[in-house]
């Protein structure tokens, strides 16, 4: 038992002086009463800078050790554990305090919600101030941070421990470099069971897209042809289409099932003469949906047509084989696999030639001419080594992530609906429609508690444009507002609850403003 006046709290008063900014002396008694006493510990927050107040309040606490010990007798470390948690409680909102205040001032100025027309439902600001504030990222589809390992090599190429000599250049310093990017090719190559020559490296997937669809398209500028896609494609695809049919190609878009999915049967009735080219999409950006790229390579492989597959959000995430499947072409991306931003690849098969779009010094089997960016090639090989590695166990995580959360959100909103198939979608993407709430001001609100989303549909007050995916899987963008969450290596339960908090909060309010 403790003695009536022997109870060693001064650590625990010096910690809890410090965590409140309080500079006077304060007795047992009053952090006693602290411990033990919220209403009296909230009066003490907020009066500690009103000095009369505060004098009165400490010269007053409402428990005193001596009598407490004596009417409830407990261990020291009972009541040492009562000030550990209180002590705890503290740092924990000191930490949060000062995630929100550095947040605020490195982001605070783009937080705008006056932009648009004044009574916009996207500038609608919830005052909503989450006591636990922190950085949640749920846009894991359209970047992803840098791996530790990653960095660990960019840091050692920045370093010059690799040196910096032309990979070009015959000399011993260049050979040398030019080793180092052929076995980060044959990394990226056996992760996708190809051959290293079959690989090479572009300044992005956009890129890789481009090279694909316009060095195809460009060996047959003077016969033109057909080429068929999907409506649901991503933009560095589609605007690559409108350019070629401005240029007199024929181009065949086809509809997407209500789940976001391409029919294998739809590419073969579309197949004309003249097709020479089929470009899916192995997994949407927007809404997950994977399309069965194995069905349509063997459909484009009987027919003789050379299958692009634009595998950006699907590397690294899912198991692709291009030989296996018929495909002819697939691109890929550094910054959706925790590797750097402007570096990416494309798979082209053997025999197969494309026109340059770089021209220059014939670098990449002259593919794509330019000094090679060694230091992102490696970092992109060890990101993809990775994440090739960790496929099965990854997935296995993020789906059991997702679907808390899905079962979480429709305790909040029965009525919300998935944008694409629940089954047939790749595990860290959820694109949900909240009914009657208007998608950007959703956005912004939760960008306003620290977390990060895409639209999945455009705001009502901003451009006229609508999500091209969600038209065409008709979904209702009139009466839902669409949010795309998307998980990734460093998502958490925490995280998790704590996003959903904050809908528990946002959603309800959003609706009783919906003008």
């Keep these: 038992m403790l003695s009536n006046n022997k109870v060693s709290l001064e650590g625990c008063i010096t910690k809890f002086k410090k965590l409140m900014k309080i500079n006077t002396h304060i007795s047992q008694d009053v952090f006693l009463s602290c411990v033990l006493d919220y209403t009296y510990f909230y009066n003490i ?122 990979p070009s250049s015959n000399s011993a310093e260049g050979k040398y470099q030019k080793d180092l990017i052929l076995k980060a090719r044959q990394q990226i190559s056996s992760d996708l069971s190809v051959k290293p020559e079959n690989i090479t490296f572009t300044g992005s997937g956009s890129e890789s897209n481009n090279l694909a669809i316009k060095g195809m398209a460009f060996k047959r500028l003077k016969e033109k042809g057909h080429i068929i896609t999907s409506k649901i494609e991503h933009a560095s ?62 459909i484009c492989n009987r027919n003789n047509i050379s299958f692009m597959v634009d595998a950006i959000q699907a590397f690294g995430k899912i198991k692709i084989n291009p030989e296996k499947s018929g495909i002819s072409l697939l691109s890929f991306s550094g910054h959706k696999i925790y590797g750097p931003k402007g570096i990416g690849g494309l798979y082209i098969r053997e025999g197969l030639e494309l026109s340059p779009q770089i021209h220059g010094g014939g670098q990449e089997y002259g593919v794509r001419s330019g000094t090679e960016n060694v230091m992102s090639i490696l970092a992109l090989a060890k990101a993809s080594e990775l994440a090739h590695n960790e496929i099965e166990s990854e997935d296995n995580r993020i789906k059991k992530l997702r679907d808390y959360f899905l079962k979480r959100i429709i305790e909040i909103e029965p009525d919300i609906v998935v944008n694409g198939s629940i089954n047939q979608r790749i595990s860290n993407n959820l694109n949900i429609g909240f009914p009657q709430v208007d998608s950007g001001a959703l956005l912004k609100n939760l960008n306003k508690v620290g977390i990060n989303v895409s639209l999945g549909s455009a705001c009502s007050s901003g451009k006229n444009e609508e999500s091209h995916v969600l038209l065409a899987i008709g979904a209702d963008t009139k009466n839902y507002g669409s949010i795309r969450f998307s998980f990734g290596l460093n998502t958490t339960k925490v995280e998790i609850d704590y996003v959903i908090r904050q809908l528990y909060q946002i959603i309800p309010h959003l609706k009783e403003k919906k003008i």
């Design 237 to 298: 695809v589609l605007e690559t289409m409108d350019f070629l049919s401005n240029i007199g190609f024929e181009i065949t878009y086809l509809d997407v099932d209500k789940e976001g999915v391409v029919s294998p049967e739809l590419v073969k009735k579309n197949i004309k003469k003249n097709t020479f080219l089929v470009s899916i999409m192995a997994v949407n950006n927007e809404i997950g949906s994977i399309n069965p790229i194995h069905e349509i390579g063997a």
């Design 45 to 166: 927050t907020v009066c500690k800078n009103t000095p009369l107040l505060f004098e009165k309040l400490t010269n007053q606490p409402p428990i005193k050790l001596k009598t407490y010990l004596i009417k409830y007798p407990v261990s020291q470390k009972d009541l040492l554990d009562k000030a550990y948690e209180l002590i705890s409680d503290l740092e924990s909102n000191k930490f949060h305090q000062q995630q929100k205040d550095r947040f605020y001032k490195k982001f605070g100025i783009f937080l705008n919600f006056s932009e648009g027309p004044e009574k916009s439902k996207c500038n609608v600001c919830l005052n909503i101030d989450p006591p636990d504030f922190r950085r949640v990222y749920l846009d894991y589809n359209a970047t992803t941070n840098l791996r530790p390992e990653v960095k660990k090599i960019l840091r050692y190429c920045i370093n010059n421990k690799i040196g910096f000599e032309n």
